[in-house]
């Protein structure tokens, strides 16, 4: 049981550059979240999805798109890569009524 | 939507003493409140939660109260170590409820305890 998991750990991307990050889980868990973490910001939702086939946007959604075309996977893509978005990139899931379980994070910087 | 306001952002205590953070919530209707630990290069991950339907939880060193009236809640740690320095972040949501559900963040304190 891996819990949740997301590829790749690190990138660096130019400016408009094109990337897609991938999030796992094995816990057969109904949501999924795109959050992103910089200094001083806390975590703020990007996208979430409740349940396959389905996604909303969060807080922070421009310049991001999602899809959860399987269950077990939420894909974060960034269309056109810009220095904003250098940022540490964090995915989590979970079940209804329960508590929400963290990918171990992304680090992305956009030069 | 629901608000969660965090406090303080930063705090510094001796080891061996203890540390409180305090969160307040907006919304009414929530009724979940986990407390997340993340150290620093890491994942935020879930040291304590509590439930609309208990007033405290206790886990060892670790406790969280809840005032549902105030619409507040806090962490207590006591005989703090060094290793208990990270940031911690709290959040609200209604456990049930589709997207109601989604955990609402504090902006996080960070905790540094000195030896």
């Known amino acids: 049981n891996a819990g949740v998991t997301q590829t790749p750990k690190f990138r660096v991307l130019k400016t408009g550059q094109s990337m897609t990050l991938l999030c796992a889980q094995d816990?057969?868990?109904?949501?999924m979240y795109w959050y992103r973490q910089d200094p001083g910001m806390g975590l703020r939702l990007i996208h979430y999805?409740?349940?396959?086939?389905?996604?909303a946007k969060g807080e922070v959604p421009d310049g991001y798109n999602v899809s959860r075309l399987k269950k077990q996977n939420f894909l974060l893509g960034l269309e056109s890569a810009a220095p904003s978005q250098t940022s540490v990139y964090f995915c989590?899931?979970?079940?209804?009524?329960?508590?929400?379980?963290f990918g171990p994070g992304t680090r992305l910087l956009v030069l | 939507g629901e608000n969660v306001e965090q406090h303080p952002s930063t705090l510094s205590v001796q080891e061996g003493d203890s540390a409180v953070i305090k969160c307040t919530y907006s919304?009414?209707?929530?009724?979940?409140f986990p407390w997340y630990k993340q150290e620093l290069g890491k994942r935020p991950q879930l040291i304590i939660d509590?439930?609309?339907?208990?007033g405290e939880k206790k886990d060892q060193r670790i406790a969280v109260t809840l005032n549902k009236t105030a619409k507040h809640f806090s962490l207590h740690i006591t005989e703090t170590q060094p290793e208990d320095s990270a940031v911690y972040f709290c959040?609200?949501?209604?456990?049930?409820?589709?997207?109601?559900?989604?955990?609402?963040f504090g902006k996080g304190t960070k905790l540094s305890v000195k030896p």
């Open positions: 999805s409740v349940g396959e086939g389905t996604t």
């Open positions: 989590a899931s979970r079940r209804e009524g329960e508590t929400q379980y």
């Open positions: 919304d009414s209707a929530s009724n979940y």
């Open positions: 816990m057969n868990h109904e949501y």
């Open positions: 509590i439930r609309s339907n208990v």
């Open positions: 959040a609200a949501s209604r456990a049930y409820g589709g997207s109601q559900g989604n955990l609402i």
